[in-house]
């Protein structure tokens, strides 16, 4: 966007009273403002709690000041003059709350609406990231732990891409391991005439693993064949690495059919393509004294730690940590990224902290954990069945995901037709609207948890249009949205005209809390935690609802403000909604 992004309402803040500290305290060096929202909004909008530590900095050292109180009200008597504060106190032990202009509140909105919501995207102090997520294995099945690592992994990608960020969305697929010589034999067994077949010819994969594992572990020459494989496949023989490939084409069309589903965009560079990187990332490890030897295999011991990493095993091969660490020093280095995002489930952590750790020992990452580039570890927890334990239908099978989406979609349309769509709506109307509502659903149910907890898979909740769910919320946009609609008004003229009033405290807090979307975007990707997204939403939804409840909307003198303050709830709601990958519907 070529407009201004303004960012949030704490940066603004935060802007306002640095200037005023600086003019209050000009022989302190390095005081950064803290803002805050205000806990309680009946003591005010906003905090900010520089009073009690500058209090504590200076009180020693003879100062005029006689308690954090007056140092409040110093900084209060520095502000500069702004359209943005109505006024500020100080409060307990010298916290400053601040009540913000309503009619700054009311133009920041006007503005949005005509600029665009991209105009009230967070300022990150990233330029580049790599998301690595998703990232199954190939001829292995991709169970439901794949499918949160694409949903949530997909959520951060979108809201750092929406906070101008550039994002990498890496699929680090299981493409590389000694599996792929028995698969690669027993496909030359299995199907002569492989080349000239299509690569359908394999049909289910995970079954032809199966097989080929079996006689792998049955067949004492074909054992031998596929270990030989191995190494022509890793020698870079032709006929190995076209055999390679064509299982590879098959996982991956069944990859892509639930990306499709999803709406998920991922880019492949699978473990494969760090393989011929992985002597040089070790040398360099290697060079700084890291790599030692242990049990014939070659390690780097971590402090904390009780068994080693190791990066090669005892037969000479590498393993999955030697891909890792050379993924990590690849990215840093070849593609410049500065945060490195791993969306895993939670038992890889581990793995990852060694990773990471091993990579600080070396002077790739820095000390603190806090500065840039930085490598973080996004765990979340098992995904459960009513029964409590690991999600699977019909007991033994695992569930194929596609399945899952489809059954989501299916339930939907059902419960579109009871109310009676098939009759009102077009086909593709119906057909449209039960996919968005049944994969939101699916999305939003991963999402609104705190990724680290398990959660229980239920469609019954999950599709309820009552409660925190991508039903009611969807639903309640489309009610946003037929509100405007039949108010028959064009609200491109009124965006034009303006004049938004925030004169009911319903109305204030509904346009506050639109306000506060920057920052809740920018604390989701800094913490990497879309469920406070799913929560702002929610409020959002809510406060809409009391809004809605007690200000009459059409037909009331106050009709076009209050227009204007539904259209912006419906472009944010819009927004949170592309962020969690969900698409909107307009009619319900
Ligand atoms: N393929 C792995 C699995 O299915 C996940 C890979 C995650 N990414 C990584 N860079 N290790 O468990």
């Given at each position: 966007t070529d407009k201004e992004i303004v960012g949030s309402v704490k940066e603004q803040l935060a802007k306002l009273f640095e200037e005023s500290l600086r003019a209050a305290f000009?022989?302190?060096?390095d005081v950064h403002p803290m803002i805050a929202i205000c806990n309680d909004s009946r003591h005010g909008d906003y905090q900010c709690n520089n009073a009690m530590s500058l209090w504590n900095k200076i009180?020693?050292?003879?100062?005029?000041?006689?308690?954090?109180q007056p140092v409040g009200k110093a900084i209060i008597d520095n502000l500069?003059?702004?359209?943005?504060?109505?006024r500020c106190s100080t409060a307990g032990p010298g916290f400053i709350n601040v009540v913000l202009k309503k009619q700054w509140i009311a133009k920041s909105i006007e503005r949005m609406l005509i600029?665009?919501?991209?105009?009230?995207a967070p300022k990150l102090p990233v330029k580049r990231t790599v998301?690595?997520?998703?990232?199954p294995n190939i001829a292995k099945e991709m169970h439901v732990g794949h499918l949160r690592s694409t949903i949530i992994g997909d959520t951060l990608a979108r809201m750092l891409e929406f906070s101008n960020v550039e994002v990498l969305?890496?699929?680090?697929?299981?493409?590389?391991?000694?599996q792929f010589g028995m698969l690669i034999e027993y496909l030359f067994d299995k199907i002569p005439n492989w080349e000239a077949?299509?690569?359908?010819?394999?049909?289910d994969l995970q079954a032809f693993y199966k097989a080929s594992k079996q006689r792998f572990d049955n067949d004492p020459d074909f054992k031998e064949r596929a270990q030989k494989a191995v190494v022509s496949l890793q020698g870079g023989e032709e006929k190995y690495r076209k055999a390679w490939t064509q299982i590879c084409e098959v996982s991956r069309e069944e990859f892509q059919r639930v990306y499709q589903r999803l709406g998920v965009h991922l880019e492949e560079k699978g473990e494969s393509f760090y393989n011929p990187y992985i002597p040089k990332a070790l040398d360099l490890l290697n060079n700084k004294g890291l790599i030692q030897e242990s049990e014939g295999a070659r390690v780097i011991f971590i402090e904390g730690k009780k068994i080693p990493l190791i990066?090669?095993?005892?037969?000479?091969g590498f393993n999955y940590a030697s891909t890792d660490l050379t993924a990590l020093w690849y990215r840093l280095n070849?593609?410049?990224?500065d945060w490195m995002i791993y969306v895993t489930d939670v038992g890889q952590r581990e793995h990852f902290e060694m990773v990471f750790a091993a990579a600080k020992l070396a002077g790739w990452?820095?000390?603190?954990?806090?500065?840039?580039?930085k490598a973080s570890h996004v765990g979340f927890g098992l995904v459960l069945g009513d029964d409590g334990k690991r999600f699977r239908t019909r007991s033994t099978e695992v569930v194929k995901l596609v399945d899952l989406l489809d059954e989501a979609k299916s339930r939907c349309k059902l419960a579109l037709e009871e109310r009676g769509k098939a009759t009102e709506w077009t086909a593709e109307e119906l057909e449209q609207t039960a996919e968005a509502v049944g994969y939101g659903a699916v999305k939003y149910a991963d999402l609104?948890?705190?990724?680290l907890t398990n959660y229980t898979f239920n469609f019954d909740q999950m599709l309820?249009?009552?409660?925190?769910t991508a039903v009611y919320l969807l639903y309640a946009h489309a009610r946003i949205c037929s509100i405007i609609r039949k108010s028959g008004r064009d609200i491109e003229e009124l965006k034009k005209v303006g004049g938004i009033v925030l004169a009911h405290p319903d109305e204030r807090a509904l346009g506050l809390h639109l306000l506060q979307f920057a920052e809740i975007v920018e604390e989701a990707c800094i913490n990497l935690l879309p469920n406070l997204l799913c929560e702002y939403l929610y409020k959002l939804s809510e406060d809409f609802t009391k809004f809605y409840t007690n200000c009459q909307v059409v037909?009331?003198?106050e009709e076009t403000s209050r227009l204007l303050l539904c259209e912006a709830t419906a472009v944010v709601m819009r927004k949170c909604f592309y962020l969690l990958g969900i698409t909107p519907v307009y009619k319900i």
């Amino acid at each position: 966007t070529d407009k201004e992004i303004v960012g949030s309402v704490k940066e603004q803040l935060a802007k306002l009273f640095e200037e005023s500290l600086r003019a209050a305290f000009p022989d302190i060096e390095d005081v950064h403002p803290m803002i805050a929202i205000c806990n309680d909004s009946r003591h005010g909008d906003y905090q900010c709690n520089n009073a009690m530590s500058l209090w504590n900095k200076i009180k020693g050292q003879g100062t005029q000041f006689r308690g954090p109180q007056p140092v409040g009200k110093a900084i209060i008597d520095n502000l500069p003059a702004s359209e943005m504060i109505e006024r500020c106190s100080t409060a307990g032990p010298g916290f400053i709350n601040v009540v913000l202009k309503k009619q700054w509140i009311a133009k920041s909105i006007e503005r949005m609406l005509i600029d665009g919501i991209e105009t009230w995207a967070p300022k990150l102090p990233v330029k580049r990231t790599v998301v690595d997520f998703s990232s199954p294995n190939i001829a292995k099945e991709m169970h439901v732990g794949h499918l949160r690592s694409t949903i949530i992994g997909d959520t951060l990608a979108r809201m750092l891409e929406f906070s101008n960020v550039e994002v990498l969305r890496r699929n680090h697929v299981g493409d590389w391991g000694t599996q792929f010589g028995m698969l690669i034999e027993y496909l030359f067994d299995k199907i002569p005439n492989w080349e000239a077949a299509s690569a359908q010819a394999i049909g289910d994969l995970q079954a032809f693993y199966k097989a080929s594992k079996q006689r792998f572990d049955n067949d004492p020459d074909f054992k031998e064949r596929a270990q030989k494989a191995v190494v022509s496949l890793q020698g870079g023989e032709e006929k190995y690495r076209k055999a390679w490939t064509q299982i590879c084409e098959v996982s991956r069309e069944e990859f892509q059919r639930v990306y499709q589903r999803l709406g998920v965009h991922l880019e492949e560079k699978g473990e494969s393509f760090y393989n011929p990187y992985i002597p040089k990332a070790l040398d360099l490890l290697n060079n700084k004294g890291l790599i030692q030897e242990s049990e014939g295999a070659r390690v780097i011991f971590i402090e904390g730690k009780k068994i080693p990493l190791i990066v090669v095993k005892r037969d000479g091969g590498f393993n999955y940590a030697s891909t890792d660490l050379t993924a990590l020093w690849y990215r840093l280095n070849e593609e410049k990224a500065d945060w490195m995002i791993y969306v895993t489930d939670v038992g890889q952590r581990e793995h990852f902290e060694m990773v990471f750790a091993a990579a600080k020992l070396a002077g790739w990452l820095p000390q603190n954990e806090n500065d840039f580039p930085k490598a973080s570890h996004v765990g979340f927890g098992l995904v459960l069945g009513d029964d409590g334990k690991r999600f699977r239908t019909r007991s033994t099978e695992v569930v194929k995901l596609v399945d899952l989406l489809d059954e989501a979609k299916s339930r939907c349309k059902l419960a579109l037709e009871e109310r009676g769509k098939a009759t009102e709506w077009t086909a593709e109307e119906l057909e449209q609207t039960a996919e968005a509502v049944g994969y939101g659903a699916v999305k939003y149910a991963d999402l609104k948890n705190n990724r680290l907890t398990n959660y229980t898979f239920n469609f019954d909740q999950m599709l309820s249009d009552k409660g925190n769910t991508a039903v009611y919320l969807l639903y309640a946009h489309a009610r946003i949205c037929s509100i405007i609609r039949k108010s028959g008004r064009d609200i491109e003229e009124l965006k034009k005209v303006g004049g938004i009033v925030l004169a009911h405290p319903d109305e204030r807090a509904l346009g506050l809390h639109l306000l506060q979307f920057a920052e809740i975007v920018e604390e989701a990707c800094i913490n990497l935690l879309p469920n406070l997204l799913c929560e702002y939403l929610y409020k959002l939804s809510e406060d809409f609802t009391k809004f809605y409840t007690n200000c009459q909307v059409v037909g009331s003198a106050e009709e076009t403000s209050r227009l204007l303050l539904c259209e912006a709830t419906a472009v944010v709601m819009r927004k949170c909604f592309y962020l969690l990958g969900i698409t909107p519907v307009y009619k319900i």
